[in-house]
């Protein structure tokens, strides 16, 4: 009986996901919330914060604009990046890829910039009918140097209106 409880209480939440989908709405991710563990041999392991908003073009296809920063030793760096992400129907599950800039300071070298493509697959958990939580998985290819590469792992909350 509970197996079949849980399953409607998931049926309605996705239904109600998709209304959040559709052509005309608009995401937004705050920066104070977005929380990112990620791995590269040129930073090893480090946290940062980002945000990002867009627009949903078509049903189910956003495209969003991002930006954000990581105040780590030895280096700061700050990100931008354009991409996309399509939702499939109403279960929450997407995936995003695009560009993106990323620009390091450190004391001892000066600043670095790179260039390169991300991708990101994720879950839109909705916690009320606009808000979510979204936890992901991500790869960052760097055009420059493979050692600017990293994969990582991204908790942050969804506004979607």
Not at 17 to 24: P, S, Y
Not at 124 to 148: G, N, Q, R
Request: charged share 15%; net charge positive; with cysteine.
């Amino acid at each position: 009986m509970r197996k079949l409880f849980f399953s409607l209480c998931l049926l309605c939440l996705s239904i109600a996901a998709k209304a959040q989908f559709e052509q005309g709405k608009w995401i937004v991710n705050p920066s104070i919330t977005g929380l990112d563990f990620s791995y590269s041999s040129h930073e090893g392991v480090n946290f940062g914060v980002s945000g990002q908003v867009g627009a949903f073009l078509i049903d189910n296809t956003a495209l969003l604009v991002a930006v954000g920063g990581d105040w780590s030793k030895p280096a700061n760096s700050y990100n931008t990046s354009v991409g996309g992400r399509y939702y499939f129907q109403t279960t929450g599950i997407y995936l995003g890829a695009g560009l993106k800039m990323k620009h390091w300071k450190t004391k001892s070298s000066g600043s670095v910039t790179n260039f390169g493509a991300f991708a990101e697959t994720g879950y839109a958990f909705f916690i009320t009918k606009t808000i979510t939580l979204e936890p992901a998985i991500y790869y960052d290819l760097s055009f420059k140097d493979s050692t600017y590469s990293k994969f990582g792992l991204k908790v942050g909350f969804g506004l979607y209106f």
